[in-house]
């Protein structure tokens, strides 16, 4: 026996290791049948062996008591409950960003939840030309919408923005070349780079200009026979700032119309409405963008637009018809619910785009704010040591770089429990209430929390003093 084993067993032994009990023994109690009854033997088996080893690695660490019996049968029992409760659930968005990728970013109308649910449930007309009795087109509702809303001749949609712009490029610069700005040759989260994507789609990368600036003649310097597409990318998660400049999708447009070239502009969020009247800062539109000369713009369903996960693509018809034919298209078009949902959303920029949970969040006083914060201090009186303070909240999903959200949130402290351990305890509650953890108190932002959210989180707060 080794020295390290040696020293475990003697370990083991003072801290009573052996006085485990058997599973076997276990199994037999009176305790043990109605977890029989629901889970099965063999998966209460499993659990208590599970419980068991658990409980054998904290010894190994510490002197602690063994539970009794009945404690590691009711462990075992919680192990089980767990496992039947989905991993995939809802959360209480108290980060502060509205656009959070981890947390599933936008929000959908309940308009687009219901239309989701509606085709997920039946069968739909979704390739079938109902008039013709004849094989339809995938995205024959939403086509419609797009080209109302951006004022472009032709529009597509696919899984996600990043599908969308490889599509592209796959499409229209297979062979060639793409020059971008080295100030716009960006990561975004989850390892997206442009690089990346401009070979993969079989394109080759021409970087021009420096990381600050990037003149229209830059690019007229870098244009050869093998030159198919001037793309510019949003510069979704972060800003140049001072020494700089950029050339802009006008000048671009001018210059591919003199070689026969297409501009297109990744947008990333990609937002239809205006976001100045909502009391933020310019982030480019799409219309905007379209109306500056681009041929193609590229943008995300779920970020800005407020909808699924989806990538869209809208512009010329030159532009968009090559990609319907490309076999790409099929590998990353939407599904049914998806396409619902999105026709739902398109519908509701249209006709009442403040339904739209996003724009909503993003349009909020900061006394409705503060006014939610207070009631939420109020519900947790009593259960947590409460402070209303002032908190910069984020768009997030890429738009409005750099711009902070005027928000309110509710500071809070529970005496003898460290804020890491309240948090923790937070998020693993049913629902989850993510918040975040500031000056050694956890943070709860009310930019992303609606009114009816109020009495879970107290609840939450209720069930972290004193866990089952
Ligand atoms: C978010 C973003 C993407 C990726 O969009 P997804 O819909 O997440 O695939 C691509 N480009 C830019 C500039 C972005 O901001």
């Known amino acids: 026996m080794s020295r390290e084993a040696k020293q475990d067993e003697n370990k083991a032994a003072t801290h009573g290791f052996r006085a485990l009990?058997?599973?076997?023994?276990?199994?037999?109690?009176?305790?043990?049948?109605?977890?029989?009854?629901?889970?099965?033997?063999?998966a209460l088996t499993a659990a208590l062996r599970a419980t068991l080893d658990h409980i054998r690695a904290t010894l190994r660490e510490a002197a602690a008591e063994i539970p009794a019996p009945e404690a590691l049968l009711e462990r075992a029992g919680a192990v089980l409950r767990a496992g039947q409760r989905p991993v995939l659930r809802r959360a209480i968005n108290a980060t502060g960003i509205v656009l959070h990728t981890n947390l599933g970013r936008a929000p959908l109308a309940p308009e687009a939840v219901e239309a989701a649910a509606e085709a997920a449930r039946g069968y739909s007309n979704l390739e079938f030309d109902l008039a013709a009795g004849a094989r339809g087109s995938r995205t024959q509702g939403i086509e419609p919408l797009l080209r109302q809303l951006t004022g472009a001749e032709a529009g597509l949609a696919v899984n996600n923005n990043a599908a969308a712009v490889l599509l592209a490029l796959?499409?229209?610069?297979?062979?060639?070349?793409?020059?971008?700005s080295r100030g716009e040759l960006v990561e975004i989260g989850g390892g997206f780079r442009i690089p990346d994507v401009i070979r993969q789609g079989g394109a080759r990368l021409v970087e021009v200009g420096s990381t600050n600036r990037t003149r229209l003649a830059d690019?007229?310097?870098?244009?050869t026979a093998e030159t198919r597409v001037l793309l510019k990318v949003h510069r979704s998660n972060f800003r140049i700032l001072g020494f700089s400049a950029e050339t802009g999708v006008g000048e671009l447009a001018g210059l591919a119309r003199e070689h026969g070239l297409l501009v297109m502009e990744d947008l990333g969020s990609g937002t239809l409405a205006d976001l100045r009247p909502l009391g933020h800062a310019h982030e480019p539109t799409v219309p905007e963008c379209l109306a500056a000369g681009a041929d193609l713009v590229a943008f995300s369903g779920d970020k800005l637009l407020g909808g699924p996960q989806?990538?869209?693509?809208?512009?010329?018809?030159?532009?968009?018809?090559p990609l319907r034919r490309h076999p790409l298209l099929r590998a990353v078009r939407l599904d049914k619910m998806t396409l619902a949902a999105l026709e739902a959303t398109l519908r509701l920029h249209r006709d009442a785009p403040q339904r739209l949970p996003v724009l909503r969040m993003l349009g909020q006083t900061e006394a409705e704010l503060r006014a939610r914060a207070d009631r939420l201090a109020t519900l947790l009186e009593g259960l947590a040591e409460t402070k209303v303070v002032a908190s910069e909240g984020h768009a997030g999903g890429g738009a409005l770089p750099g711009e902070g959200v005027a928000s309110q949130a509710v500071s809070l402290a529970v005496p003898g429990l460290p804020a890491e351990e309240l948090a923790r305890r937070l998020?693993?509650?049913q629902p989850a209430v993510i918040g975040r953890i500031a000056g050694g108190?956890?943070?709860?932002?009310?930019l992303a929390v609606s009114e009816d959210e109020l009495p879970e989180i107290a609840e939450a707060v209720r069930q972290a003093r004193e866990p089952a």
């Open 427 to 429: 998020r693993l509650h």
């Open 219 to 223: 690019y007229r310097a870098a244009i």
């Open 310 to 321: 989806a990538g869209v693509l809208v512009g010329r018809r030159a532009a968009i018809d």
């Open 21 to 42: 009990p058997q599973v076997q023994r276990l199994l037999e109690m009176p305790d043990a049948e109605p977890l029989i009854r629901a889970f099965s033997r063999p």
């Open 441 to 446: 108190r956890v943070l709860l932002d009310m």
């Open 170 to 180: 796959s499409g229209l610069a297979a062979g060639g070349e793409v020059i971008v």
